[in-house]
């Protein structure tokens, strides 16, 4: 299963951005939605996760103090939001399930589960 993603851009250091993260063929309520990212040069890496929702009830988890979860299940939506941007947040950024657990960092999984993207790049 492939999520999309989108929001993506080009912002000035110190700035904020909101990712978004859909699916057309599943409802994101009911996966763990991993959120993660590669840098220029370096290994994809786990930033964060969205839990499935059980019973109306559903946590999340992130690597840094400057993002923030949220989701919109009417919209089938999870959104990531990233404030004071710094230029080594310059990544092309991914969800995708996490399916070796929930985290703060998730293990990047393997195999047809990544989209395209999305290019963050915050520069002046």
């Known amino acids: 299963v492939q999520f999309e993603e989108s929001g993506g851009d080009l912002v000035q250091p110190g700035g904020s951005l909101r990712l978004s993260c859909t699916s057309s063929?599943?409802?994101?309520?009911?996966?763990?939605v991993g959120w993660f990212r590669r840098a220029p040069g370096k290994e994809r890496e786990g930033i964060g996760c969205m839990a499935q929702t059980v019973a109306q009830t559903y946590s999340s988890h992130t690597a840094e103090g400057r993002f923030t979860l949220s989701k919109d299940s009417d919209k089938n939506e999870v959104y990531l939001q990233m404030d004071s941007l710094a230029p080594e947040d310059t990544a092309v950024y991914y969800c995708a399930p996490a399916i070796h657990g929930c985290s703060a960092r998730p293990i990047p999984p393997r195999g047809p589960y990544w989209g395209e993207g999305t290019q963050v790049t915050v520069s002046s």
């Open positions: 063929r599943v409802r994101l309520d009911d996966y763990d």
